[in-house]
């Protein structure tokens, strides 16, 4: 879920292998604040990848009619 298939921007790397620039480009990418040390910039762009990735399964659910 979190390797270079889910990136956005110029980064195609594992999230934990990646550097603040571009973690930073990423949460760019993503309209994201990017002020912040790696650890940071990381946890913010985890948070959001996996935010969409919710938002994601709940659009397909919606779509396929599967109530909760």
Do not use: N
Request: hydrophobic share 45%; charged share 30%.
């Amino acid at each position: 879920m979190f390797t270079s298939d889910v990136m956005l921007g110029e980064a195609r790397v594992d999230l934990m292998a990646m550097t603040v620039s571009q973690l930073s480009g990423e949460l760019a990418v993503r309209d994201e604040p990017r002020s912040g040390r790696k650890f940071i910039l990381r946890t913010r762009l985890y948070a959001v990848m996996i935010l969409h990735a919710l938002a994601e399964r709940e659009a397909e659910r919606d779509a396929d009619g599967i109530a909760e």
